[in-house]
Nanobody, 124 residues
Framework: VQLQASGGGSVQSGETLRLSCTAA?????????MAWFRQAPGKRREFVAA????????YYGDSMSGRFAISRDNAKNTVYLQMNSLKPEDTAVYYC?????????????????WGKGTQVTVSS
């Protein structure tokens, strides 16, 4: 499975961004749990959000709930991350990830496939 993330950029505090991640490969997109992680310079990779295969279950990291929203369109093989009210501390490289057997884990070690990441920079 190849994952391609896009939509990153530089914004001001309080603004919004929408990230997209499109999957390609032999595994049907609807059979993959999808997630977003992020990594700021000098910090560990952090769980942001995840969504089950059907989209019926969604999970969020502690500092994202209420500001971020994950969704997916299985017909387009795409998962989205809507980020509202962005803060400077949201600055990071955001990675899209996929898991064949996803059950709500927040661990990067449980993901099977990774995209290359997209930079999000929020200035105050």
């Amino acid at each position: 499975v190849q994952l391609q993330a896009s939509g990153g950029g530089s914004v001001q505090s309080g603004e919004t961004l929408r990230l997209s991640c499109t999957a390609a490969g032999h595994t049907p997109f609807g059979r993959l749990g999808m997630a977003w992680f992020r990594q700021a310079p000098g910090k560990r990779r952090e769980f942001v959000a995840a969504i089950s295969r059907s989209g019926s279950s969604k999970y969020y990291g502690d500092s994202m709930s209420g500001r971020f929203a994950i969704s997916r369109d299985n017909a387009k093989n795409t998962v989205y991350l809507q980020m509202n009210s962005l803060k400077p501390e949201d600055t990071a490289v955001y990675y899209c990830a996929a898991a064949r057997y996803y059950s709500g884990s927040h661990s990067a070690g449980d993901m099977d496939y990774w995209g290359k990441g997209t930079q999000v920079t929020v200035s105050s």
